[in-house]
Nanobody, 124 residues
Framework: QVQLVESGGGSVQAGGSLRLSCATS????????MAWFRQRPGKEREGVAA????????FYVDSVKGRFTISQDNAKNTLYLQMNTLKPDDTAMYYC?????????????????WGQGTQVTVSS
């Protein structure tokens, strides 16, 4: 059984930093993307960043470019999202996800497995 468990969320002031982690277990075989999504209340789930299975290609939504960095540690089966210079607009529930097959990196329908989410709150 595939499990994704996020951690590292919390409350910070604007300009601060957080590092999210997503520990994966039970996943066998290759995958196409691993990604971070976020969802604000009343909003659709938004793709924040994704990394190709080889780790060589990454994608970011424009609003986080230059501030967020996605990375993975295959030895630890863990996905990370380093978030710097946080803004109140980054406040959301953050989810990690795995896509076994290809598709649009920022389309939630591409992804097969999801974590339960970790809350990030940024105050001004």
């Amino acid at each position: 059984q595939v499990q994704l468990v996020e951690s590292g969320g919390g409350s910070v002031q604007a300009g601060g930093s957080l590092r999210l982690s997503c520990a994966t277990s039970g996943y066998t075989g290759t995958y196409h993307w691993m990604a971070w999504f976020r969802q604000r209340p009343g909003k659709e789930r938004e793709g924040v960043a994704a990394i190709y299975f080889s780790g060589g290609t990454t994608f970011y939504v424009d609003s986080v470019k230059g501030r967020f960095t996605i990375s993975q540690d295959n030895a630890k089966n863990t996905l990370y999202l380093q978030m710097n210079t946080l803004k109140p607009d980054d406040t959301a529930m953050y989810y990690c996800a795995i896509a076994k097959y290809g598709g649009l990196w920022n389309d939630y329908r591409t992804y097969n497995n999801w974590g339960q989410g970790t809350q990030v709150t940024v105050s001004s």
